[in-house]
Every structure is written in structure tokens, then in C-alpha cells.
């Protein structure tokens, strides 16, 4: 009967497990990752689906990956490299493209980070992301900042509600950190 109580309370803990549990699908790998992170985009006004910048860390192996998510038109796509700047004023520089996608007019970039950059990500979090947009008149530089709204009636904002995305706390449980 014992067994029988641990094998259900173990299955409990890893269905929930499984399931609350985000990927990062790209091509034809899917990588366990944090939530994504919908940033303010600086673009200026008039740029298709300008606010529309969504980052995450994924996971693969010890080492992390970086993504940049954006919708795209007339040819437009992401390009590297790309700097993340945390709280407390590191710099992580990503160069080194590992694949880019392009499904559903989003375009995907993907960045190796090292295991210490992971490490650096979890103790602090984004403040800000410069990455390179690709358009007919060239490459362009934008920054989207770790910053985001609540869309709820006025006066209803609860009392716990951040105006950022805490990136370090999700990507120290992805890591385990």
C-alpha cells in the first residue's frame, strides 16, 4: 500500500513537473526554457508590430541560449550580435549565432551563452537588450527594455505586481542554480 501512495505522489510531482514546463521550438530541436519575456521595444513608431520583442534562455546542456523573437515584413530579419545588460551593469555580448527561423512571419535568432554568462544572468536581471534588425535601407540597432505593463482596470493593480520581468529567478530555475 506504501508503494503504491509514493508511485502515486511521485507520478503527481512529475506530471506537474512536465507540464509547467516551457520549450523554445526551433527547427527541428525543442529546448526547455524559461517564459518568454515580452520587453518595451524601442523602435520608432510605425514599424511593423514594433512592441513585439520577446526574449528567453533556454536550456542545452550546461550552457545556455539566448533568443530574440520578433514578427517581420518586407524581408526584415534579426541579425547578431546582440548585448544583454544587467542590473548590476554586466555586459554579456552573444556573437555567436548558433541557427536563425523564420515561421509564421517571426523570425527567431538564437545565441549561445556560456555557463558562466548563465551564471552572471542568475544572480542579476536584464535590464535592457540591444540586438540588430535587418531592413531594406540596412542593418539598424534597437534596444527593448525589461520593462511591462498591467492591463488590468484602473485601480485593480495588485499589490505584487512587478513592472519587470524577473529573467534572473527563471533562469536560475531552469539551471537549477
Same mark, same amino acid.
Given at each position: 500500500?506504501?508503494?503504491?501512495?509514493?508511485?502515486?505522489?511521485?507520478?503527481?510531482?512529475?506530471?506537474?513537473?512536465?507540464?509547467?514546463?516551457?520549450?523554445?521550438?526551433?527547427?527541428?530541436?525543442?529546448?526547455?526554457?524559461?517564459?518568454?519575456?515580452?520587453?518595451?521595444?524601442? $523602435?520608432?513608431?510605425?514599424?511593423?508590430?514594433?512592441?513585439?520583442?520577446?526574449?528567453?534562455?533556454?536550456?542545452?546542456?550546461?550552457?545556455?541560449?539566448?533568443?530574440?523573437? $520578433?514578427?517581420?515584413?518586407?524581408?526584415?530579419?534579426?541579425?547578431?550580435?546582440?548585448?544583454?545588460?544587467?542590473?548590476?551593469?554586466?555586459?554579456?555580448?552573444?556573437?555567436?549565432?548558433?541557427?536563425?527561423?523564420?515561421?509564421?512571419?517571426?523570425?527567431?535568432?538564437?545565441?549561445?551563452?556560456?555557463?558562466?554568462?548563465?551564471?552572471? $544572468?542568475?544572480?542579476?536581471?536584464?535590464?535592457?537588450?540591444?540586438?540588430?534588425?535587418?531592413?531594406?535601407?540596412?542593418?539598424?540597432?534597437?534596444?527593448?527594455?525589461?520593462?511591462?505593463?498591467?492591463?488590468?482596470?484602473?485601480?485593480?493593480?495588485?499589490?505584487?505586481?512587478?513592472?519587470?520581468?524577473?529573467?534572473?529567478?527563471?533562469?536560475?530555475?531552469?539551471?537549477?542554480?
Amino acid at each position: 500500500m506504501k508503494a503504491l501512495l509514493y508511485t502515486l505522489i511521485a507520478f503527481t510531482v512529475f506530471t506537474t513537473h512536465i507540464k509547467a514546463q516551457t520549450q523554445l521550438l526551433i527547427g527541428d530541436k525543442a529546448y526547455s526554457a524559461t517564459d518568454n519575456w515580452l520587453f518595451d521595444n524601442n $523602435m520608432p513608431s510605425g514599424y511593423y508590430d514594433q512592441n513585439k520583442v520577446t526574449f528567453c534562455v533556454a536550456k542545452d546542456g550546461e550552457q545556455g541560449l539566448f533568443s530574440i523573437t $520578433m514578427k517581420v515584413a518586407n524581408g526584415g530579419k534579426l541579425k547578431g550580435p546582440c548585448t544583454i545588460y544587467l542590473l548590476d551593469n554586466t555586459v554579456i555580448t552573444c556573437s555567436t549565432v548558433i541557427t536563425t527561423d523564420l515561421v509564421d512571419e517571426k523570425h527567431t535568432i538564437l545565441f549561445r551563452l556560456t555557463h558562466d554568462e548563465v551564471v552572471k $544572468m542568475s544572480k542579476s536581471r536584464i535590464t535592457t537588450v540591444r540586438y540588430n534588425y535587418t531592413e531594406l535601407s540596412g542593418v539598424k540597432a534597437y534596444t527593448a527594455d525589461n520593462s511591462r505593463q498591467y492591463f488590468g482596470m484602473p485601480g485593480s493593480k495588485p499589490a505584487n505586481f512587478l513592472d519587470y520581468y524577473e529573467t534572473d529567478a527563471g533562469i536560475k530555475r531552469l539551471f537549477a542554480l
